[in-house]
């Protein structure tokens, strides 16, 4: 399924890379006497919220991943070559301002002919494939597991178990959520009328001097909705936003009778019934916006002076439609990681995650495929705040199986970092773990892309992902020559050491150093890549 706090400390440890004799060492390097505290938050300009992914830790005292220094001070002019991402996604707008003009053409076929020009096995597919057909709704795997009986008893059983915790909490929520903004909306009614505004402020409520019991408590509501959004519309705007994302899971995503597959006409659990879905990619419905912001974060138009921009400015993007609203199926992973092989793409981005995989040996062998032709895989933690390394925590896809040794060197698993540097820049929901988590990057109000020429602030380890899918196609289209492997080698070694205790899962009383939560211990740095890429190309 697709994946949806700060305090200052008093000095900064990053890593730097020096070069000498051909040669590159990675150093840690304590970095004292810095004039300025990290940028709080707060403190931030519209443009440095909507870049700060990209900014420079040193420089900006914001933890970036130094893609613009990259940029000014290494890249320059340099072209490089095209590099092919796969967005293994939910389907995202081909037409979007910002990435109309990256997306990759399979020039091979004809569009709309409905003939397999290529003969690779797909009919239409120009800028991709669509493997979910016209279905959107889907219930979470467990959930699938319980209407078909899947599995052995003691499976049945988890997902039973998983059931009977997740449904009564979807439901407590949404109802929590409808009781508060019927409470806001009869407080901001009885206040508007009260001022005579259509609109108000935080001092505007500050200043009502009626002292009636009924009014004391609107403007105590509503004094303390301002402390969660800037507006109240907004509040409600986000409250709205709530109630539907808890309907929608008792709707389908946790009803076992919901059926969303019907409509794409084949069986799910037989990976050799592969004559369905089409060669649309494109969205179904505006909602359906997440693989336009994963896409937007890897490679929207740098130069063309609107919306975003993306990590890689030489990166084309494949578009492959697999992960609906609710839990992607194995066999739709496994065959949209081999379609993105077999056409091209070098990285596949994978921004989605469930716990509970019934053929996850499909993915797995679709991860060693991609391996054996030199295609990287990066994929999002997951956002539970909790502990991959526990076995009561799985989460699929993986590279390894119950914390052995990985059946690939060619995936990197990403958590998610805040915007703000200090204990608390790991961000509340994101998972971790020394054995399953690879590194960390930007995940919080990352500024993408998403239908209809718009774009919007989203959370996520899925947004992290891309970020590491960008800094890959970054490096790989200025040294070509080198491996999957090597690339990820390069990204897992050449980021940020973190030294300062990080807060883990939003519990202020659980904290870890980055070496204990993470594979590297550190957190991606693209200007620190291109130089030690630049070293290794050398020395192949």
């Known amino acids: 399924m697709t994946h949806k706090l700060y305090r200052p400390i008093l000095g900064y440890f990053i890593a730097s890379l020096l070069m000498g004799c051909g040669a590159t060492a990675i150093i840690s390097t304590p970095v004292e006497n810095i004039d300025s505290m990290p940028l709080k938050i707060a403190d931030m300009t519209e443009s440095q919220k909507k870049s700060w992914s990209h900014a420079d830790l040193l420089t900006d005292t914001i933890p970036g991943m130094s893609v613009d220094k990259a940029y000014r001070e290494i890249i320059g002019n340099k072209k490089g070559t095209k590099v092919i991402v796969a967005v293994l996604d939910s389907g995202m707008d081909l037409t979007h301002e910002d990435l109309d003009d990256v997306l990759w053409t399979n020039k091979k076929e004809i569009p709309g002919n409905n003939i397999d020009d290529d003969n690779n096995g797909y009919i239409d597919d120009i800028h991709g494939y669509n493997l979910l057909g016209e279905s959107y709704d889907e219930q979470l795997e467990y959930v699938r597991i319980l209407r078909l009986k899947l599995g052995d008893a003691d499976l049945q059983a988890k997902a039973q178990a998983k059931l009977d915790k997740e449904y009564p909490e979807a439901l407590a929520n949404k109802q929590q959520y409808e009781q508060i903004l019927q409470t806001v909306k009869n407080a901001d009614e009885a206040v508007k009328e009260h001022l005579g505004k259509s609109e108000y402020t935080k001092e505007d409520l500050s200043g009502i001097k009626d002292e009636t019991e009924t009014m004391q408590r609107n403007v105590a509501i509503l004094t303390q909705m301002f402390t969660y959004a800037d507006t109240i519309p907004e509040l409600m705007k986000e409250l709205e936003g709530g109630i539907k994302h808890f309907s929608e899971q008792l709707n389908y995503n946790l009803n076992v009778d919901f059926d969303g597959r019907k409509v794409v006409g084949d069986d ?248 204990k939560i993470c594979t590297s211990g550190k957190i991606v740095n693209a200007y620190n890549a291109l130089i030690m890429a630049k070293a290794m190309s050398k020395n192949k």
Request: one cysteine or more; aromatic letters at 8%; a negative charge.
């Open 268 to 515: 799910p659990y037989d990976l050799m019934d592969t004559n369905y879905g089409n060669g649309n990619p494109q969205n179904r419905v505006k909602d359906e916006s997440h693989g336009s912001h994963v896409a937007g974060i890897i490679a929207a138009e740098r130069n063309n002076g609107i919306g975003a921009k993306g990590v890689a400015n030489n990166a084309e993007i494949m578009s492959i439609r697999a992960v609906p609203n609710g839990d992607e199926y194995d066999k739709d992973i496994a065959l949209g990681i081999r379609y993105a092989v077999d056409n091209g793409a070098k990285i596949i981005n994978c921004s989605f995650g469930k716990s509970f995989s019934p053929n996850a040996d499909w993915v797995y062998d679709a991860i060693k495929y991609a391996a054996s032709k030199d295609v990287l895989i990066v994929h999002a933690a997951g956002n539970d705040g909790v502990d991959l390394d526990d076995p009561n925590n799985p989460n699929f896809p993986n590279d390894q199986i119950n914390n052995g040794p990985e059946i690939a060197d060619n995936v990197i698993t990403v958590g998610a970092l805040d915007p703000e540097y200090g204990s608390e820049m790991v961000a509340s929901y994101s998972n971790y773990g020394k054995v399953n988590v690879d590194i960390f990057a930007p995940g919080t109000d990352i500024y993408s892309t998403i239908p209809h020429n718009e774009y919007e602030f989203m959370p996520g380890t899925s947004m992290a992902s891309p970020a590491v899918a960008g800094v890959a196609a970054l490096v790989w289209s200025q040294y070509p020559n080198l491996s999957a492997s090597q690339i990820k080698k390069i990204i897992l070694e050449s980021g940020l050491s973190i030294k300062t205790p990080v807060i883990l899962g939003g519990n202020s009383s659980k904290s870890s150093t980055m070496d």
